[in-house]
Nanobody, 123 residues
Framework: QVQLVESGGGLVQPGGSLRLSCAASGFTLDYYATGWIRQAPGKEREGVACISSADGSTYYANSVKGRITASRDNAKNTVYLQMNSRKPEDTDVYYC????????????????WGKGSLVTVSS
């Protein structure tokens, strides 16, 4: 069964850190561009990080650059999103997503997402 399962979301204080994980099953993750998209009700969808399948290059949205790091562990078939210096406006549901290529920080060319993990930044 093909699945993407996110974990690691929750409540974090402003300025704090959190790491999200996305475990893939049923397929090999590094065959695809993999990344993270965030969206909250009433907000636009934003691709925040994308790892290229071609050479492993990582691309980030300008809004989060310098505060997040995306990585992929091929042996574990898992992709991660390390988020630091959290701000209240980073409150969103974060989705692990697949693509055929990276369009900046957005995994593009496919429409396959996990179910999402809620990150709430609040004191």
């Amino acid at each position: 069964q093909v699945q993407l399962v996110e974990s690691g979301g929750g409540l974090v204080q402003p300025g704090g850190s959190l790491r999200l994980s996305c475990a893939a099953s049923g397929f090999t993750l590094d065959y695809y561009a993999t990344g993270w998209i965030r969206q909250a009700p009433g907000k636009e969808r934003e691709g925040v990080a994308c790892i290229s399948s071609a050479d492993g290059s990582t691309y980030y949205a300008n809004s989060v650059k310098g505060r997040i790091t995306a990585s992929r562990d091929n042996a574990k078939n898992t992709v991660y999103l390390q988020m630091n210096s959290r701000k209240p406006e980073d409150t969103d549901v974060y989705y692990c997503a697949l693509g055929t290529y990276c369009s900046g920080g957005y995994p593009s060319g496919m429409d396959y997402w996990g179910k999402g993990s809620l990150v709430t930044v609040s004191s």
